[in-house]
């Protein structure tokens, strides 16, 4: 695939891009640099996101339901990986995209190392837990023996690499904000190609079952790594080409005041991030109570919801970026049009998506399971999460331009509330009454995605963030 060759993604981004222009809900200048922009990002959160569901459906077919349960209790524990990394990266877009837009380009290289330092500090602990007391942490909240020894193992390996999985974020965050989403999807979704690749061997060709799972997804994000140090240090990579921006490894190497703003930004997206995957433990806990069967089924439309939403990887980080090159050159008013026009087109395609997911739920479900006693509760899983992921749309057009302008607290407050005033309480009473029974559950699914959708648009309404990014704007207007 070039970067100028047919594609089917960029294909119907255009498709559905032009078809908004011509309805005049865009700006059809826009529409096209949007896209280039966004669809590679779509591609690598594809191919991302599909390894992980391919790892669910080979564990499956492989080992059984349990495997399928063991690895879900684990996943959220990997998902500490973008908790702290992806909070980090998300102030990462920010610090850059401005720099860039501005080419102030020196204190564009001290953010990213200033974010790379920042992603090993915090990640470094989280895997000494995982390696000492794997067990233990599955344990809290697992249920069935076989399902929580499938769990420690994953986790005990899987954990090696969760600094390597923030930094590709940081690596990936700092081309995209420098208005490069080519090149991080040629890295990190050849990636997660190799990661599927080596998974097959492992799992079928040596029956290392859920370890070999957790061994390929380690080996492929230490590669990932590898190749962003050594793209930003020189400039480029072989076969992929030049990157916009280099970060040199000689010195100076910190700054005080670019650290502060980082820490400042990037705080309340940690925050946003490990409230969402924290809050997926309770809600494990909860969903575990009602049998490894129903776990099964619940981590199976979790990961095609995971599918669903990789939109939201290229609008929301087109988003950040392109808003942000136009707040680092003071202008507000493009700003609010660029969020605008992206929040509109993203929205656009997340309909097509999820009416095309809805019609075909059961046949999708019938991939990973086709015990009858699974699919039904798959298949229905699924469709709630079609109708839910339209406000995943709604999030990540709002949350873009709020992470562009540095106003990051309000989607930490908005996944505060969805997932502990409402997601885990409205799940919880399918317990506490059983009456009620799975349907909470269904209900759940929407709600998570539904509140924090509504906090974040009526922020991203105010038009406050253009207020806010004032205060992170670069100091200098250029840079040779």
Excluded at 164 to 183: E, H, K, P, Q, Y
């Amino acid at each position: 695939m070039s970067r100028f060759g047919y594609n089917p993604v960029r294909s119907l981004l255009l498709a559905v891009g032009s078809v908004l222009a011509r309805v005049g809900l865009i700006d059809r200048s826009r529409v096209e640099r949007a896209t280039d922009l966004s669809w590679p990002r779509i591609v690598t959160g594809l191919a991302r996101m599909s390894r992980t569901t391919a790892d669910i459906a080979m564990v499956g077919i492989a080992v059984g339901p349990a495997a399928i349960a063991g690895v879900g209790y684990a996943r959220p524990f990997w998902g500490m990986a973008f908790g702290l990394g992806g909070g980090i990266a998300g102030g990462t877009i920010s610090l850059v995209s401005q720099r860039y837009g501005a080419e102030a380009y020196d204190e564009l290289a001290l953010a990213v190392k200033a974010s790379a330092v920042l992603a090993l500090l915090v990640t470094l602990p989280v895997v000494v837990a995982y390696l000492l007391v794997p067990g233990f942490l599955i344990d809290l909240i697992g249920s069935g023996e076989s399902a929580v020894d499938y769990g420690t193992a994953y986790l005990a390996v899987a954990g090696l690499g969760v600094p390597f999985g923030a930094l590709n974020l940081v690596g990936s965050r700092t081309l995209v904000g420098a208005d490069d989403a080519w090149t991080p999807m040629v890295i990190r979704g050849g990636g997660a190609a190799l990661n599927i690749v080596i998974n097959a061997v492992l799992i079928f060709g040596l029956g290392m079952g859920v370890v070999g799972a957790a061994v390929g997804t380690v080996l492929s994000n230490v590669l990932v790594t590898a190749l962003f140090v050594v793209g930003l240090a020189r400039g480029g990579l072989p076969l992929v080409g030049e990157f916009p921006v280099q970060v040199p490894l000689s010195g100076p190497h910190l700054d005080r005041s670019v650290v502060s703003d980082l820490v400042e930004v990037s705080t309340p997206l940690v925050g946003t991030n490990l409230a969402r995957v924290g809050g997926q433990f309770p809600k494990l806990y909860i969903v575990g109570l009602f049998g490894p069967n129903v776990v099964a089924a619940y981590v199976v439309a979790m990961r095609i919801r995971a599918l669903m939403g990789t939109p939201n990887w290229g609008f929301s980080m087109a988003s950040s970026s392109l808003v942000g090159q136009a707040l680092g050159e003071d202008d507000e008013r493009g700003a609010g049009q660029w969020a605008s026009d992206v929040f509109r087109f993203s929205l656009a395609v997340f309909a097509v998506i999820a009416v095309s997911v809805f019609v075909f739920a059961r046949p999708i479900g019938r991939v990973f399971v086709d015990d009858p006693a699974i699919l039904p509760t798959v298949t229905t899983f699924v469709r709630v999460a079609c109708v839910a992921v339209m406000f995943s749309g709604v999030y990540g057009g709002a949350t873009g331009p709020l992470r562009a302008s540095g106003d990051t607290r309000w989607p930490l407050y908005a996944n505060l509330a969805g997932l502990y005033l409402f997601t885990i309480p409205v799940a919880y009473l399918g317990v506490a009454f059983p009456t009620i029974g799975i349907t909470a559950l269904f209900a759940a699914v929407f709600v998570e995605k539904a509140v924090p959708a509504a906090i974040v648009y009526h922020r991203y309404r105010t038009d406050t963030w253009k207020v806010v990014s004032r205060e992170y704007r670069p100091d200098v207007s250029a840079s040779d």
